[in-house]
């Protein structure tokens, strides 16, 4: 195991270093941007930053333009966030044809202490996450108000392992709140169901 | 024999009110011990010593916070943290009303405008471990729990409905720190309320759901007399952070 931690961090290191062209941060990628105003119900108006396994800092406001589903965790979680990243990818594999690549995953990790960006990368590494997700840490008040606005309470316990509610969000494209399911191994049906009827997103852009 | 004494520090209190924040006092470091708790959960938590408002943020205290922050006026607020309610009883935008006393505590306040006030402020909310450490001093001794009268007084409160006109912020007795009013005039917010976990836990904590409703419940809660913290606990357990409620309010902290 720790091997290949290890070996991860020297491989992000050299990412770092080394940028790889195709390799596109989701967090950099452009959305594109829709004209109007944000709602005010948008978690999109967060003035809070973060940072992505990557190393960028962005405010949540670059996930606009795609709908996102939105989970939080913590990488050394041993039973419930595992489940959590497991139900995200079976909602990522159940989209239909035409919402593949139209719509986001984002996690935001509760561990401010140790998920650290490379915490974050190797995580991505390890559970084989596609381009579509975005991994996120953030200051300690930031994850308690994004968990407080997501209705998901938390609590450290003595060991260090985080206390959570099992829930995973669907944001439109605008970043409103359209959708929630509660506890773990729904069926991703009603999740999809849920994206599905959400406006078509606008074609993405090319890579620049 | 000690209510003289403190009567013209309540009026100093109220004056001062209308003007400035109410100001604070340290509380010193101390062990909370949370009254429910999941299988990992720590028996002891350690609190840092801090200072806490003596008393409830006011109408008038709020009022000319949102004078100062105009989006934080009821019909700029954004939806997204507060609620259709905030500030209902509130006759305009940065007019109280007739209805409505200076000296009172602000309720119908979310948690973002509780937590942007304390900022505005120079401070933050206090923690919920800070809050129940503060809260658990009796009139006389640090420990309220072994001061039968404190006990006998805060279950009063506890199992009255909140009054329709409230009484002014900072005219309850005194705790052992100086502190007024945590018990007996409205619930305040705190900055991890939504640390409280019911339902959905990640690691079979739902036991504390058992706890917290049924009757067989205090068996696993560490102190069953403790009624009044089994309903805070269950009372911040049941907010999101844009509700705001009548008798929902806050105080601010500072770090020492």
């Known amino acids: 195991m720790k091997p290949l931690v290890i070996s991860l961090l020297a491989f992000a290191g050299v990412l770092h270093a080394e940028p790889v062209p195709q390799e596109k941060p989701p967090c950099c990628r452009e959305e594109a941007k829709p004209d109007h105003l944000l709602s005010d119900k948008s978690l999109y108006q967060l003035e809070s930053t973060w940072t992505s396994d990557a190393g960028c800092e962005v405010k949540l406001g670059v996930l606009r333009g795609r709908p996102q589903v939105v989970g939080m965790f913590f990488t050394t979680c041993e039973y419930a966030c595992p489940i959590i990243v497991e139900n995200m990818k079976s909602i990522e594999r159940a989209l239909p044809g035409s919402l593949r690549g139209k719509v986001g995953f984002l996690l935001v990790s509760f561990d401010v202490g140790r998920d650290t960006v490379e915490a974050l990368h190797a995580y991505r590494a390890k559970k084989t996450l596609s381009d579509e997700w975005t991994l996120l840490r953030g200051r300690e008040d930031d994850v308690r108000e994004l968990a407080a606005l997501l209705g998901i309470n938390y609590r450290k316990d003595a060991r260090g392992q985080f206390s959570h509610s099992n829930v995973i969000t669907v944001l439109d494209a605008d970043g409103e709140v359209v959708f929630q399911q509660t506890g773990l191994n729904k069926d991703a049906t009603e999740t999809v169901a849920a994206l599905e009827k959400l406006p078509a997103a606008p074609p993405q852009p090319s890579a620049p | ?256």
């Open chain 2, 1 to 256: 024999m000690r209510i003289p004494a403190f009567i013209p520090a309540v009026a100093v209190a109220l004056v001062a009110a209308a003007a400035a924040a109410s100001p604070l006092v340290p509380v010193p470091a101390g062990i909370y011990r949370p009254l429910f708790r999941g299988g990992n959960d720590a028996k002891e938590i350690p609190v840092a010593a801090f200072r806490l408002a003596i008393a409830p943020v006011t109408n008038g205290e709020f009022l000319e916070f949102v004078r100062a922050n105009p989006h934080w006026q009821r019909s700029r607020v954004k939806r997204l943290f507060a609620d259709e309610n905030y500030l209902k009883h509130w006759a305009g935008d940065t007019e109280l009303g007739p209805g409505c006393d200076a000296a009172q505590p602000v309720t119908w306040v979310s948690w973002f405008a509780a937590k942007a006030y304390a900022a505005w402020a120079g401070g933050r909310l206090p923690t919920t471990a800070e809050w129940e450490l503060a809260a658990g001093a009796g009139f006389t001794q640090a420990d309220g729990a072994k001061e039968p009268e404190f006990v006998r007084a805060i279950a009063r409160w506890y199992g009255t409905p909140t009054p329709a006109v409230l009484p002014a912020a900072g005219s309850g007795r005194p705790n052992f720190h100086g502190l007024r009013d945590l018990h007996g005039l409205v619930w305040e917010w705190t900055a991890d309320f939504n640390s409280a976990i019911v339902t959905g836990d990640a690691r079979g904590d739902t036991g504390l759901e058992r706890q917290l409703f049924c009757g067989a419940g205090s068996a696993g809660a560490r102190d069953a007399s403790d009624y009044p913290a089994f309903m805070r606990f269950g009372f911040r357990s049941s907010l999101k952070a844009a509700y705001t409620v009548h008798n929902l309010g806050f105080r601010y902290a500072k770090d020492p």
